[in-house]
């Protein structure tokens, strides 16, 4: 008879279970991370924050920074400072892109805006990231901008036909710092946050704009430089 040692077999018999036990593991780690991320921001009512803005693509690289301010419900404003000034602001329905001295104001309806920055208006009190991105896991090997944070991948859906991926940066408590956006055409561009003030009073009025006398209205479907 072929006698075979329990401490022999014990690797074969719990290879199964381990390798269950880590899946379930990694399972309850992203899920953790990104119940953490969405309870954070759905108990917003309103957000400022400092941002950076990087874009790499065609030969081309541009660097912007200034403020960028969210409110309920899909309100967003971000105000570009540096190195020029310039404008895209939505209050829900319409969004505008205007470089202040320019003759001409870009106008868009929300629903068929195709921007990057416009996903981020449903960051206060809809986050569901597990729901609004595709094959969304742990991005680990990931370069972080600072150590302890954690990198999240997938594609948003619906723009699966734009984006090859995103990687968002989260911090330990559970703030989104990063959240870089591939394109199928190769680009990629970065939005960078800091400085993050929550639940600050903001005026419905920060997110209307009124062209200035003589400003050329076009409509479009696409905003920004």
């Not at 602001?89 to 920055?117: C, H, I, N, S």
């Not at 991005?139 to 302890?148: E, T, Y």
């Not at 190769?186 to 600050?200: A, C, I, K, P, Q």
Request: hydrophobic share 35%; proline share 7%; charged share 25%.
């Amino acid at each position: 008879m072929l006698k075979v040692r329990l401490p022999a077999l014990l690797p074969c018999l719990c290879a199964p279970l381990l390798c269950g036990q880590m899946l379930c593991a990694q399972t309850l780690d992203l899920h953790r991370v990104t119940e953490a991320v969405d309870k954070h921001y759905n108990g917003l009512s309103s957000l400022e924050t400092s941002f950076s803005e990087s874009y790499r693509g065609g030969g081309l690289e541009r660097r912007e920074s200034g403020t960028m301010w969210l409110k309920k419900p899909g309100k967003m404003r971000w105000e570009y400072d540096n190195p020029a000034k310039k404008l895209f602001v939505t209050d829900g329905k319409t969004a505008w892109f205007y470089v202040p001295g320019e003759r001409q104001a870009r106008r868009a309806a929300v629903k068929r805006l195709a921007d990057l920055r416009s996903p981020l208006r449903y960051l206060l009190g809809h986050t569901k990231l597990e729901k609004e991105f595709s094959s969304l896991s742990l991005a680990k090997g990931q370069p972080l901008d600072q150590p302890g944070d954690i990198a999240l991948a997938g594609v948003p859906k619906g723009m699966e036909d734009q984006i090859s991926k995103v990687i968002i940066e989260v911090t330990p408590d559970s703030h989104i710092s990063r959240i870089s956006i591939y394109s199928l055409d190769g680009s990629v561009t970065s939005f960078r946050f800091e400085g993050e003030r929550d639940n600050v009073p903001i005026s419905n009025q920060r997110f209307e704009f009124r062209p200035p006398p003589g400003v050329e209205v076009l409509g479009t479907t696409e905003l920004g430089p």
